[in-house]
């Protein structure tokens, strides 16, 4: 099975801020990687597919990249309802896997 | 639009047998690239995936949980259905469904809502 790693996994930001967030995959995955936002109590919400496409209707503070092991999720000014935690999800095989998950705390 | 709802038990004991529906609205599984899976999420810890079936009856599982897992759907009523055998204490957990959101893609972009299952005598 592929193993998803995830880091840091809390980090503490201030509203404006630069957010940068990594996920790493035990092998190549290429670029089937989707990243989600899950806000307590809430079912996930997809962000970002094929490591960078945007999902309709999401902010364009929000950016994915990376290929192959190592992907990044950036959002570029961190806003009040950004505070949640954030998972990658590979989907290059059969045997789907998610991240341990980042959470992204108020300073 | 598309939705999906969660339906089942909220209080199973162990050794027993959930199971689980998702109810679709939006959108049919007899359409060629559909899929539904079903993920699960302990309280405070991490999302994992458990299955998925596609419009065609292909059915993925998790390698992990494969021998305790059916996945079954029902066009008619448009519906998914998840059995899960022998739950444990361990199991507790809300689960949720998500539809498939591309046809060439494995990622989920329309879930449910979750419905908290507690596994306990």
């Known amino acids: 099975d592929i193993q998803m790693t995830q880091s840091p996994s809390s980090l503490s930001a201030s509203v404006g801020d630069i957010v940068t967030f990594t996920c790493r995959a035990s092998?190549?995955?290429?670029?089937?990687l989707n990243w989600y936002q899950q806000k307590p109590g809430k079912a996930p919400k997809l962000l970002i597919y094929?490591?960078?496409s945007l999902q309709s209707e999401v902010p364009s503070r929000f950016s994915g990249s990376g290929s192959g092991t190592d992907f990044t999720l950036t959002i570029s000014s961190l806003q009040p309802e950004d505070f949640a935690t954030y998972y990658c999800?590979?989907?290059?095989?059969?045997?789907?896997?998610f991240g341990g998950g980042t959470k992204v705390e108020m300073k | 639009q598309i939705t999906l709802k969660e339906s089942g038990p909220t209080l199973v004991k162990p050794t027993q047998t959930l199971t689980l529906t998702c109810s679709l609205s939006?959108?049919?599984?007899?359409?060629?690239?559909?899929?539904v899976g079903w993920i699960r999420q302990p309280p405070g810890k991490a999302l994992e995936w458990l299955a998925l079936?596609?419009?065609?009856?292909?059915?993925w599982y998790s390698p992990a949980l494969k021998s305790r897992l059916t996945i079954t759907k029902d066009t008619s009523k448009n519906q998914v259905v998840l059995t899960m055998t022998n739950m444990d204490p361990v199991d507790t957990a809300t689960y949720f469904c998500?539809?498939?959101?591309?046809?060439?893609?494995?990622?989920?972009?329309?879930w449910g809502q979750g419905t908290l299952v507690t596994v306990s005598s």
């Open positions: 998500a539809h498939r959101g591309s046809s060439r893609d494995y990622f989920f972009d329309f």
């Open positions: 939006g959108f049919s599984l007899s359409t060629g690239g559909v899929g």
């Open positions: 079936i596609f419009w065609d009856d292909d059915k």
């Open positions: 092998q190549s995955i290429s670029t089937y």
């Open positions: 094929a490591a960078s």
């Open positions: 999800q590979h989907s290059y095989s059969s045997s789907l896997t």
